[in-house]
């Protein structure tokens, strides 16, 4: 019987090489070829950040980066929630296939590795696809944590995301609306192209957003303030930087007054 395949699910950060945890490290020196999703042009920035890490911190000749084209996505803002799943759980299949091919295509004994942006628990498919790969051919795998875009967020703009014994709420900006009452106490946003929390407004514009876009990277940007004051000025600085930069991410946390304010 062939021994599973060793895979390394890695978390590297939001794109600063200095985000790369020492287990990090070890894990991609176990790795043999790294399989990296070419998601096109506008974010060929994400893949030449994979490789600089690589270069920084292995050897040259020790390791392969194989880019693995991306099955066509549907239109997924057009979508319903129904529809939307289907279209997400069709995708994942298909990019299952392709991983398995190429994993099992590799030589024997060869560790793969796959470089996660951020921590692999938040907003990211790859634990799944490669669950979906290893129901296909025998894997093992390890799951090295990475610092998320939330705790970037977080840290970049020196602030504790609960209020005193309060929770916090992770959601996408698709989820936003249907979502938000203030018992959810600080709610961060991820994966928002539209800044929906500017349809808040009128219901709580006293709500302190803490926004940011490319944590971590040479061009981040930051801002925060009252709701009401500052989104006006948030979406129109988002616009600017995605049509200078060609894409954005950003990520933001609302937090409600704490009773003191009030
Ligand atoms: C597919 S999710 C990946 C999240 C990632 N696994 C993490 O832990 O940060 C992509 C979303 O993460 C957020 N994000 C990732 N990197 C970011 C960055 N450098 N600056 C701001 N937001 C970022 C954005 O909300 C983006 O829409």
Redo the contacts with the bound molecule.
């Keep these: 019987m062939t021994s599973p395949r060793e895979v390394r699910v890695i978390g590297i950060g939001?794109?600063s090489p200095a985000h790369v945890t020492g287990q990090a490290i070890a894990a991609l020196r176990e790795c043999d070829v790294f399989l990296v999703a070419d998601k096109g042009e506008a974010k060929d920035e994400l893949v030449a950040v994979r490789r600089a890490i690589c270069e920084q911190f292995l050897d040259d000749r020790t390791y392969r980066i194989v880019t693995v084209t991306d099955p066509e996505r549907g239109p997924d803002a057009e979508r319903d929630k129904a529809a939307y799943t289907v279209g997400v759980d069709a995708w994942h299949a298909a990019r299952a296939d392709r991983y398995g091919e190429i994993i099992e295509s590799l030589p024997a004994g060869e560790t793969v590795g796959f470089l996660?942006?951020?921590?692999?628990a938040?907003?990211?498919s790859t634990i799944r696809i490669v669950d979906a790969v290893a129901r296909r051919l025998p894997l093992r795998t390890q799951v090295i944590a990475?610092l998320?875009?939330?705790q970037?967020?977080a840290a970049e703009h020196g602030i504790v995301l609960n209020g005193i014994g309060q929770p916090v709420h992770i959601t996408t900006g698709r989820r936003l609306l249907d979502e938000w009452s203030v018992d959810l106490g600080t709610v961060v946003v991820?994966?928002?192209g539209s800044l929906r929390c500017r349809e808040l407004v009128e219901q709580a514009p006293d709500l302190t957003i803490y926004w940011?876009?490319?944590?971590?990277?040479p061009q981040q940007v930051l801002r925060q303030g009252r709701l009401a004051d500052v989104i006006d000025e948030i979406v129109a600085v988002r616009a600017a930087l995605r049509q200078e930069q060609g894409w954005v991410?950003?990520?933001y946390a609302l937090t409600p007054p704490s009773p003191g304010d009030a």
């Excluded at 996660?116 to 692999?120: E, K, N, R, Y």
């Excluded at 940011?212 to 990277?217: E, P």
């Design positions: 939001t794109g996660v942006w951020g921590d692999p938040f907003y990211d990475g998320s875009a939330i970037v967020l991820m994966l928002d940011g876009a490319y944590l971590g990277l991410m950003d990520t």
